[in-house]
């Protein structure tokens, strides 16, 4: 039996016109050597492997968060995260086509479109029947990819052969490309494959998704953007084979859709398997927002916070103002989500390592937790481990308390304990480093998503109480405390809202504010109003690359 076993050398990381060389590691299947299901297996995995480091802490999320709204990362105390302004550069929109961090993740986005490809082309040989789903996944994950470069830089590449050139499409050629190769494959998925890979309801979560922004793809810098009955329609009928099929239900626990046992978890549609003996997993969200002084596992003396992202106190405000004059923690489960007691118990000084768990969600004011002191946590007399206020002593300011602040900006207001953090993923608690290997899948679909899609074409469609009714159910979905009461009326501003009490830190805001028109607005210290920043520069290394065809990869508008 012949079979190729294909990598991909991808030497500067742009597909559009750079011929994908192969390396054939092994020709022959020998006797003792591996097996058809394995070579499908080998071929498939590297496709979805870019996924890691496309979903890192400082690559997509960075891109889809700190430009918004939500979150803001400023250089703290003059020591950290300066980064030589690119995340101030993101936040005020003024971002070039020279930032690192549009580089790498346009660069993963084509390695796995490229990966995908060879994935296509190689599968047809293997005989095993997996083969025929994985050649539709590849097919499916080249659409994925697609969509994110579309969304963000407003292109795709599409090619057929690893040797040909790609054709670039944009506006509604590219939205008509995704949506075919998407609907094309669906036959073939496996229904019942788990959320890290493509599935049928991933595909329609996808497609919803594609049709929800589809009038911003086709006129990206429209002063309004036209939502077709068509399209509308659309998100419709795929959000609704989602909610009928059955196989997905809302948690009744917000936070355990973020915690390490979600893989199994039925809200989750499509997401990257990061469950811990999964290679190259690297889920860092975990730990990116919170103190360095703040140390969620018992067992790792070395794993703590970066003192990254904070939320805004614009978005914080969103919240109170929803909720006045109750506290937000008090009402809605989704916001905070209290695991140990001596927040509300200041005797609670005692716990045992497997009932050691940090808070969840926007966490506010003094912080509490493990006390290290000479690289080790302190016990109490009976050997559980002693809690207590916490200090910045990692950086060297042992009688400063870790009190988060709502203030934070690129001002004054920049030192370690500005600004709310959250902690909405778990850390991962079977990770053999503790900090960087998170045990929690990070979410590109879920359920709750799928519910708000389809308010949002139902409210654009003027059903506003059919809106209304998707909104408030998954509201009340979340029993394991008191649900968030029952909104009373909809609209496009309530319902952004929500999609962000919802789907805060889950890379989504960015798209979203673009599709509501809110994309343009003053918040903190970002005051540019420039149209053309709802498209990312094209990194100036890929049109470099691409130079030796005239016009063929031509920057984005306004860069």
């Not at 009928?237 to 046992?261: C, H, M, R």
């Amino acid at each position: 039996m012949k079979k190729k076993l294909i990598i991909l050398l991808f030497a500067v990381g742009f597909v559009g016109c750079t011929n994908l060389e192969e390396e054939v590691l092994d020709e022959t299947l020998k006797p003792g050597g591996i097996s058809a299901k394995q070579a499908a297996d080998g071929t498939i995995a590297p496709v979805y492997g870019r996924m890691y480091d496309l979903f890192n802490h400082t690559n997509y999320f960075a891109i889809q968060e700190i430009s918004t709204d939500e979150a803001i990362l400023p250089y703290r105390g003059g020591t950290d995260w300066g980064d030589n302004g690119i995340y101030i550069a993101m936040h005020q929109h003024t971002y070039t086509s020279s930032d690192p961090n549009l580089r790498n993740t346009w660069n993963f986005i084509n390695q796995g479109i490229a990966r995908s490809l060879v994935a296509i082309s190689s599968l047809p040989s293997v005989t095993d029947p997996i083969a025929a789903t994985y050649l539709a996944e590849a097919k499916g994950m080249k659409a994925f990819y697609s969509m994110l470069s579309l969304d963000l830089f407003g292109l795709v590449f599409v090619k057929n052969d690893v040797n040909d050139v790609s054709t670039i499409l944009r506006g509604a050629e590219a939205v008509s490309y995704i949506q075919n190769e998407f609907e094309s494959i669906l036959p073939n998925l496996d229904a019942n494959a788990g959320p890290g890979r493509l599935t049928p309801a991933a595909v329609w979560g996808l497609l919803a998704r594609l049709h929800l922004n589809a009038a911003v793809y086709r006129d990206r810098y429209a002063t309004s953007f036209n939502f077709t009955t068509e399209d509308m329609d659309k998100v419709i009928s795929y959000t609704d084979q989602i909610i009928n099929s059955g196989k997905y239900q809302l948690s009744s626990d917000y936070f355990a859709v973020f915690g390490n046992a979600n893989h199994d978890n039925k809200e989750l549609i499509f997401a990257v398997d990061h469950r811990f003996d999964i290679a190259g997993s690297h889920n860092r969200l975990a730990y990116f927002s919170i103190s360095g002084d703040q140390w969620p596992l018992p067992n790792f003396p070395n794993a703590n916070g970066t003192d990254g992202p904070a939320i805004t106190p614009d978005f914080y405000q969103t919240w109170v103002s929803a909720y006045s004059p109750t506290d937000p923690a008090a009402i809605d489960p989704r916001f905070y989500k209290q695991n140990l007691a001596i927040y509300t118990d200041p005797s609670a000084t005692c716990v045992a390592a497997e009932n050691f768990h940090i808070n969840r969600g926007i966490l506010r004011g003094q912080q509490y937790g493990l006390i290290k002191q000479n690289g080790a946590f302190l016990k109490c007399p009976d050997g559980k481990f002693q809690v207590g206020a916490l200090f910045q002593v990692s950086r060297n300011k042992p009688t400063e308390p870790v009190n988060f602040t709502e203030a934070v900006d690129y001002l004054a207001n920049s030192n370690h304990n500005n600004g709310y953090r959250v902690e909405k993923y778990e850390f991962g608690r079977n990770s053999d480093t503790g900090r960087n290997k998170g045990d929690a899948d990070i979410i590109l679909v879920r359920l709750a998503d799928v519910y708000l899609m389809r308010a949002e074409a139902r409210l654009r469609k003027n059903d506003a109480a059919s809106a209304l009714q998707d909104v408030n159910t998954v509201r009340a979905a979340r029993t394991a405390t008191a649900p968030a009461p029952a909104l009373s009326s909809m609209n496009l501003d309530l319902l952004l809202r929500e999609r962000g009490f919802e789907l805060y830190w889950e890379m989504q805001r960015r798209t979203d504010m673009v599709r509501f028109g809110k994309y343009e607005g003053t918040w903190g210290q970002k005051t540019n109003a420039d149209v053309n920043k709802r498209v990312f520069p094209i990194p100036q290394t890929a049109i470099d690359a691409a130079s030796n065809i005239p016009g063929y990869l031509i920057q984005n508008q306004g860069y």
